[in-house]
């Protein structure tokens, strides 16, 4: 009995001192944001979590400083780049069903493009070491209602790449949107589609779309501001380097799945945070569809994202299942970076 005493009161005092280390990072996180907000630096959705567990979830500011609607921890937000993440994630589960192979080449699947495209790999476009021309930089290209279908034209009438493939590393959206033709080609359904059924469905993102319809209406959107809170929202139709809207807690579901091999086993997902070789011997810092920070202290994966009044962040500590989701909508309004390493210090102590 005596035994059984001490053991409970053990235990006891082990879940006191973990709810109270967790209410102090919650309120050190909370003065951390509340001092931005009041400094009208953060206007969005913020999510942080431990092991699994919520630490910090909140929503401040506004989705429409015209109608003055507020916004809420289910509002949804354009993601920009963070969308490259489950492009990335596409084409591994294609990889995994056999349907293709990351040495395949863009000759193999697009043959009426360029013949100086012809030998970029799959594993190139992936990982930003294709030397495509990146279509944002054509100022004449990128106007609302921007499709695809044109960005793979504009791509036709280049003339050359930027340098050798493999060779070196240049982020590429265009990589991106070849992606998202490819698994349109091999699945046989729209990028959308293939989307919902094989990852939002399954992880039950039931906000999580591919808004590549100017007619889709999305429920409680945040709006796109500038930092002046003028109007700046997105309005292009792209998929595959961006597209997609989410909410931070169908971006939990998302970190949290891929802990637990539900859609991809974990020796593969683990390529995916392998920095890039190049041709040279050295390394980058992107694997597929995630920026790597890796030393001997820490083994991350993030990306950031931003277009016009959006930015948002992803920041995932594998090690210690930290994970670290910001969403906002009021353009550069936030230094995302200072907020990010705050609440990473935060985490990080005992």
């Not at 953060?42 to 699994?52: D, M, Q």
């Not at 959107?221 to 597209?243: C, E, V």
């Amino acid at each position: 009995m005596r035994k059984k005493i001490m053991s409970f009161c053990f235990l006891a005092t082990i879940l006191w001192y973990v709810s109270c280390t967790n209410r102090s990072k919650h309120e050190q996180i909370d003065r951390t944001i509340k001092n931005f907000y009041d400094k009208g630096a953060f206007n969005g959705a913020i999510l942080v979590a431990e092991r699994g567990r919520i630490v910090y979830d909140t929503a401040m500011g506004s989705a429409d400083f015209i109608k003055k609607r507020h916004l809420d921890t289910s509002a949804v937000f354009y993601l920009a780049s963070l969308s490259k993440q489950f492009t990335a994630m596409g084409i591994m589960l294609l990889e995994q069903e056999g349907k293709l192979a990351y040495q395949d080449t863009l000759g193999k699947y697009f043959p009426e493009l360029p013949a100086f495209t012809h030998q970029i790999s799959i594993r190139n476009l992936l990982n930003h070491t294709s030397g495509l021309p990146d279509y944002f930089e054509s100022a004449n290209l990128v106007k609302p209602g921007l499709s695809n279908v044109q960005v793979f034209s504009w791509l036709g009438k280049q003339r050359k790449l930027n340098f050798s493939p493999g060779s070196k590393y240049l982020y590429s959206n265009t990589g991106y949107v070849l992606l998202a033709m490819i698994i349109e080609k091999l699945s046989h359904k729209s990028f959308s589609q293939f989307m919902k059924q094989m990852i939002f469905e399954p992880l039950e993102m039931q906000h999580t779309l591919v808004f590549d319809q100017q007619k889709i209406v999305i429920r409680n959107r945040a709006l796109g501001f500038d930092a002046n809170k003028k109007i700046d929202d997105y309005a292009i139709l792209t998929s595959g380097d961006g597209g997609i809207f989410s909410t931070t807690h169908d971006l939990f579901k998302w970190d949290q799945a891929l802990y637990s091999g539900v859609l991809i086993n974990q020796s593969k997902l683990s390529e995916a945070y392998q920095k890039a070789k190049l041709k040279n011997g050295n390394y980058s810092d992107y694997g597929f569809g995630w920026n790597i920070k890796e030393n001997q202290a820490d083994h991350a994966v993030y990306h950031t994202g931003e277009l016009n009044g959006y930015q948002t962040f992803i920041y995932r500590d594998i090690n210690r299942h930290h994970t670290i989701i910001i969403l906002t909508n009021q353009g550069r309004a936030l230094q995302m970076w200072p907020v990010a390493d705050r609440i990473l210090k935060i985490l990080r102590e005992r």
